[in-house]
């Protein structure tokens, strides 16, 4: 049987990965999507907190999983931003690695 802490471990090392990825890479495109890896890890183990708390009906807690409707929903208007301003810096400046890219300014 599936424990909580096997989802806990899971969400951990998504976790980790995203991580890493933000911190490793210099693309900006790796960069956003490990944000989301990020994200999306953080919204496994709210899940996973809701599907073993178990209300005295028996039924599990369906409010979290609302509120992790609502962050994904923030997830995808965060990412459609994200990467207008991705296309807007490789217009200008024909790269997306961060280290040719030292300013704001266009």
């Not at 599990?60 to 962050?71: A, K, M, S, T």
Request: hydrophobic residues 60%.
């Amino acid at each position: 049987m599936i424990t909580l802490g096997d989802y806990l471990i899971v969400s951990g090392i998504l976790f980790a990965i995203g991580f890493a990825g933000v911190l490793l890479r210099r693309n900006l495109i790796i960069i956003l999507m490990s944000l989301e890896l990020m994200l999306n890890a953080a919204n496994l183990s709210l899940v996973a907190f809701s599907r073993f708390r178990v209300q005295p009906t028996g039924l599990p807690d369906y409010n979290v999983q609302v509120f992790v409707f609502f962050i994904i929903t923030v997830a995808a208007a965060e990412v459609a931003v994200g990467l207008a301003i991705l296309v807007a810096l490789f217009r200008a400046r024909q790269t997306t690695d961060l280290k040719d890219i030292s300013s704001l300014r266009f």
